[in-house]
């Protein structure tokens, strides 16, 4: 038996039987969210005893849908470092900015979360197969982990998916299929397909655990800031996976009353290319609506109708926060800055957090003493490279080479 007491619907409140595989809603379509009895995990699990556990996401047990005993499929995700950027901060006129480095996940993505949990319980229930349609980094990780739990995997990207993605599913096994159009012609795909094969369908947010997994990004969060929370989250937004489960874990830890006080302001970060949460904050729409020919570099951000769009909505708008697109020129700039101020070569899609923090501190949305969260959610070398310099290259005599190089570093 897991700590879960029962999935409901996030929209109507429909109960479903966790025992059973689920996917959305069996009367309204919408969102499921796995509810726990806080009571009981309260009882069974304390800080102290958290501490003594191995590092990684599944140290958090009590707070996952783990039945006891239930054997997780895993590569030790999690457990990731959240740092200090201070030479960042000074930068942007800033004292206290962390990044959570999710580049340093199994799969150089914060993927390996959701999918280790989606997979773990999938294969528990049953799931003889995995089909999943991905902007990139969610495909190359269902890959990894089907591989892990030897079972099959589809998966079904975009033409123009960065290459390292593919080539992840593919040496683990999957059967990849591109094609041309979004994750969205992608899903439609899958959803036919799934049934046909008899496997499990690991679309975002349309079954229960892959958010599971993201939330543990949120207790870690806790647990990194010694039990208490920032007062932003900038969170770059595809899907919405880590938006909603981050937030959905610090809920559970002020419930438990690990944490208190207000939920950190939640900013949604997006492309200017794709930006339906953005359009649809700004509009005060209820839910999002499909964006045509979406295009970004930053493929996680490449989701034109996201499923959980009214769900992010609530979200944004409940803890004050908003919603931030920023160029592509923009992002490549913030991606060189991050290396070159802090050394780490974080993917596309996070780099946008930091264009977007520039664009909020000129608006005065976050001044000098906020603090502040970004999730960096990828690792940029699965990523081809913004534009660089050419290295210089030495050529001739000895003598020739050292010239050339004292040339170019005068001391
Ligand atoms: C998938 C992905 C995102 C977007 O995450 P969602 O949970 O879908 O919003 C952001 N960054 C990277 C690197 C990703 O792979």
Known sequence: MSFVSHVECTVCGHR???????????????????R???ERVKASVSKDALRQRPPGMYRFRELTPL?????????GEGGTPLLALPRLAAHLGMRRLW????????????????LSMAITRARTLGARGFVIPS???????????????????????PRGTPPAAIAEAQIAGAHVFTLEGSILTAGRVAAKVAPELGWFDLSTL????????KKTIGLELAADLDWRMPDVLLYPTGGGTGLLGIPKGYEELRAMGWLAGALPRVFAVQADGCAPVVKAFREGAPTTTAWENPTTHAAGLRVPSPFAGRQMLR???????????????????????????EGIWTAPESAALVAALRVLKGRGD??????????????????????????VDLAGSEEELLAQVRRVIRP
Do not use: W
């Not at 959570?100 to 959701?114: I, L, M, V, Y």
């Not at 160029?327 to 991606?335: G, R, V, Y």
């Open 135 to 157: 902007a990139g980094n969610a495909g190359g990780a269902a890959a990894v982990y089907g591989a892990r739990a030897g079972l099959p995997v589809a998966v079904i990207v």
């Open 206 to 213: 349309k079954e229960p655990y892959r958010l599971e997994g």
């Open 366 to 391: 976050v001044v000098r003493d906020t603090e502040v969260t970004m999730i960096f959610t990828g690792a940029g070398l699965k990523y081809e490279p913004p534009p660089l310099p050419s290295p």
């Open 315 to 341: 979200v944004l708008r409940e803890t004050g926060g908003g919603a931030v697109a920023v160029s592509e020129t923009a992002i490549q700039d913030a991606q060189r800055l991050v290396a070159r101020l």
């Open 36 to 38: 726990y009895d806080l």
């Open 16 to 34: 479903h039987d966790p025992k059973r595989p689920l996917t959305v809603c069996e009367t309204c379509g919408q969102m499921l969210a796995a």
């Open 99 to 114: 990044a959570k480095d999710e580049g340093q996940n199994p799969t150089g993505s914060f993927k390996a979360r959701g």
């Open 67 to 75: 039945d006891a005993g239930e054997v997780p499929v895993t590569l």
